[in-house]
């Protein structure tokens, strides 16, 4: 049979879903939502509600996507033009 599992605790996100530092700056191009951040529920087993678990995936997932198209990207070397093979 199938289950949802909700997790309590995780990393630590901004309003953005960046995850955080230790010293809550923000580390480079890296961002959590749903199980693998910190949900609405905090961190104790008496915050749990049900339902925050599919809550924080949901709206963090979109959140984090939104987040994502917004960065720019690093430079890079890769043109989007195939290797030509000669023959």
């Known amino acids: 049979t199938g289950a949802l599992f909700h997790t309590q605790g995780g990393l630590d996100i901004d309003a953005s879903c960046r995850v955080l530092r230790v010293d809550g700056r923000p580390l480079a191009n890296l961002l ?23 809550l924080s995936a949901v709206a963090g997932g979109s959140i984090a996507a939104r987040t994502a ?15 030509r093979i000669r023959r």
């Open 69 to 83: 198209a917004s960065l720019t990207p690093a430079p890079s070397a890769y043109t989007g033009a195939a290797p």
């Open 32 to 54: 959590a939502a749903g199980g693998a951040a910190r949900g609405v529920s905090g961190n104790a087993v008496w915050g749990y509600l049900s339902g925050n678990g599919l």
